[in-house]
């Protein structure tokens, strides 16, 4: 079994900043890539920032401010959320698409989020 276990959100006043972390565990074979997402309320969840290998990238809305990296021999993945707005309120999802070690297939998986909330 995999898991993926988000940490970091909380409330935080607008301009401000949060530190992210998600750590995958369990019958891991292999990480290929990694990434996070947000669902506000009454929307839909979208994607965030990615990163696979060397590779990132973000939503536009989030360019410039928010920065992905990963740990890979901790199979953790980070975002750093800088000038952080309201409209930037959303529970935050892991989520790795990973083979697992059991039968070596591929697949998704998703943390169980973690709220962040951007106000005065």
């Known amino acids: 079994q995999v898991r993926l276990v988000e940490s970091g959100g909380g409330l935080v006043q607008p301009g401000g900043s949060l530190r992210l972390s998600c750590a995958a565990s369990g019958r891991i074979f292999s990480i290929l890539d990694m990434g996070w997402y947000r669902q506000a309320p009454g929307k839909q969840r979208e994607f965030v920032a990615g990163i696979s290998g060397g590779s990132t990238n973000y939503a536009d809305s989030v360019k410039g401010r928010f920065t992905i990296s990963r740990h890979n021999a901790e199979n953790t993945v980070y975002l750093q959320m800088n000038t952080l707005k309201p409209e930037d309120t959303a529970v935050y999802y892991c989520?790795?698409?990973?083979?697992?070690?059991?039968?070596?297939?591929?697949?998704?998986?998703w943390g169980q989020g973690t709220q962040v909330t951007v106000s005065s």
């Open positions: 989520n790795a698409g990973l083979v697992d070690s059991v039968y070596k297939n591929p697949g998704t998986y």
